[in-house]
């Protein structure tokens, strides 16, 4: 440019044409970052769209890579498939080869069994006709089988029955055993768990082995006892009273009857003729029990035979004594210490007259007089037993029958002179011989309208003695101590007796205790005798096991010859003189 020139036009046309561009270039970069913008826009919707592509790619991949895997699993199911087909097809082809052939196997099958059905409907037959024949012969079989039992029994009947009257004409004792079951006291000091275990003292070695025979298992040997009736320890009340309830019928014959229990303490002496101590009334009640015993029982038979026989009239009156350290006392009495004496009449009978005879008409009066006698009978509790009797009970039934009308005597002055009046134990004026003061034979009613009504007493004694026992097992002292001496020592005295009996000695000892002269009558002969051995089963007691059962041995050799039949007062047997007097004579 020349000098001298005016520029400042010129830089402000340059300066507007800046601008201008400045302006252009500005809506230039506007516009561009609008597109810019718009570019980041789309580039944002185009990464969204990028994602969600990817996305559903990956979602399209898992689709495929399942597809691929299920494709893969078809494929494997297919081929497994094929070749279970393939196996199907050969069983198929097996299957169809079987039943080509079945129809021949079936034929030949169907041959088969029905040869086999030939043959054994032929068996059959033929084994029907056999059963038949063996139904036939066991039907005999069974009816002469029934008829062996019933001819059996009654053989073993009548050979009871037999026995029973042979015993009665030879006058033997009837001896009958019972085995007690194990009880808690037997284990004595051991472990009350070892009852009955092998080894211990509770071992049982008394065993029962058939109703008339007993075995003793001793260290040595065993010991075979031989009775009329042996009952096992499961027996009851009610089997032991049906063995001794044919006795009682004899009573209103005119017989005299004694039953007594024998055993060592804790045997079940009392339980068998009275009934359960867990019973403290012993059942005083018209109504049977269970438990109860001989005495009950036999009283309340008692009752029924009377009831059976109405056409004559019977009246029964009760006595219940003990025997305590040898002394007779009244547990019916007004004093229960007060000491009784036996008398002896003219006719050897044996009278206690100074105690008390109830009359009782049914088996609870009878219970209640015998419940009130045991309430002042001496018991005492020893290591042995609890309820340890310390006496001799006797319960006598005394049954006074009306005899015939033509054994009635007229009143004479005669007659009078030749009889004695006493009063029994109620008070009641008697016109009785001498010889039937307060005895068990016949006696003689107050006379009425002139003449003497005839009548036959007969009496029951029903005996729970008291138990021998060893004194150091027991372990009684002093009073006690004395007790068991007297006790041992009376029935001592009872074998004594009934060893003098069996050897037919000339003089028995029937005094040498009160128990024995007191029961002089029963065991002489002058009644039938049961004797009821209570034995304890258990080793500790075997000593006093095998001492009862040879007492009862014993006892069963004695021959007393025929039972006497009790007659009224006005009768008299013909050439009976020596019969009136004891076998052995006075003692």
């Known amino acids: 440019m020349p000098l001298g020139i005016d520029r400042s036009h010129f830089y402000a046309d340059k300066i507007k044409h800046y601008e201008k561009d400045m302006r252009t270039k500005d809506e230039r970069i506007s516009t561009l970052e609008t597109e810019n913008a ?35 699993t078809i494929a494997q199911s297919a081929a497994k498939l094929k070749q279970d087909l393939y196996r199907l097809r050969e069983d198929l082809s097996d299957v169809h080869k079987i039943a080509i052939k079945m129809p021949q196997d ?39 089988l029934q008829d062996i039992t019933d001819r059996h029994a009654k053989e073993k009947k009548r050979r009871q029955e037999l026995h029973n009257t042979l015993m009665e004409l030879r006058g033997n004792i009837r001896v009958h055993c019972r085995l007690r079951p194990l009880m808690e006291f037997d284990t004595g000091l051991e472990d009350p768990s070892t009852l009955g275990r092998v080894g211990t003292k509770s071992e049982v070695v008394v065993h029962y082995v058939d109703d008339e025979n007993a075995c003793v298992r001793t260290a040595k040997h065993n010991k075979v006892f031989e009775f009329e009736r042996v009952y096992d320890p499961n027996e009851s009340q ?46 005083a009640s018209l109504e049977p029990h269970p438990d109860e015993g001989v005495i009950p029982r036999a009283a309340r038979e008692l009752f029924r035979l009377i009831s059976e026989k109405p056409e004559r009239h019977h009246t029964i009156e009760v006595s219940v004594v003990e025997i305590y350290n040898n002394d007779i006392r009244d547990l019916l009495g007004s004093d229960a210490n007060m000491k009784h004496d036996i008398s002896t009449g003219v006719d050897n009978s044996i009278n206690l007259p100074t105690i008390s005879f109830k009359e009782v008409d049914n088996v609870y009066d009878v219970m209640c007089l015998v419940q009130r006698g045991l309430k002042a009978r001496r018991e005492s509790s020893t290591l042995v037993h609890d309820h340890s009797s310390r006496s001799h009970l006797v319960v006598t039934l005394t049954v006074n029958s009306q005899a015939p009308s033509f054994f009635s005597k007229p009143s004479t002055q005669d007659g009078a002179m030749q009889q004695t009046s006493s009063r029994d ?31 036959i007493r007969t009496k029951l004694q029903l005996v729970d003695l008291a138990g021998s026992e060893c004194v150091g097992m027991s372990g009684v002292t002093g009073a006690a101590l004395r007790e068991a001496s007297h006790i041992n020592k009376s029935l001592s005295a009872l074998a004594d007796v009934l060893g003098a009996l069996s050897e037919h000695r000339a003089h028995v000892p029937y005094r040498n205790s009160r128990l024995t002269h007191l029961l002089q009558d029963s065991i002489g002969g002058d009644a039938k005798l049961l004797v009821l051995l209570c034995v304890s089963p258990s080793q500790r007691y075997i000593t006093e096991s095998l001492q009862c059962m040879g007492f009862g041995t014993r006892a069963r050799q004695v021959a007393r010859g025929p039972t006497k039949r009790r007659l009224p007062s006005s009768a008299e047997k013909v050439s009976a003189e020596n019969a009136q007097r004891p076998r052995t004579g006075k003692t």
């Open 38 to 72: 718009m570019l980041y826009l789309k580039l944002a919707q185009l990464r969204g769209t990028l994602q969600k592509s990817r996305e559903d790619m990956s979602g399209l991949q898992n689709q495929f890579d399942s597809e691929q895997k299920f494709r893969k």
């Open 238 to 283: 009610d089997n032991v009273f049906y063995e001794v309830q044919p006795m009682l019928t004899s009573l209103l014959d005119g017989y005299n009857i004694c039953i007594m229990a024998y055993g060592q303490t804790g045997s079940g002496k009392t339980h068998t003729m009275l009934g359960s101590h867990k019973n403290e009334d012993y059942n």
């Open 425 to 455: 134990a109620r008070g009641r004026s008697l016109s009785v011989p001498m010889s039937m003061i307060s005895g068990p034979g016949p006696v003689a009613e107050p006379p009425s309208s002139g003449d003497s009504q005839a009548v």
């Open 106 to 144: 079936f034929s030949l099958q169907i041959d088969h069994a029905s040869s086999v059905i030939h043959r054994h409907r032929h068996m059959f037959q033929s084994q029907t006709s056999s059963l038949s024949v063996l139904q036939d012969k066991i039907e005999q079989m069974s009816t002469a």
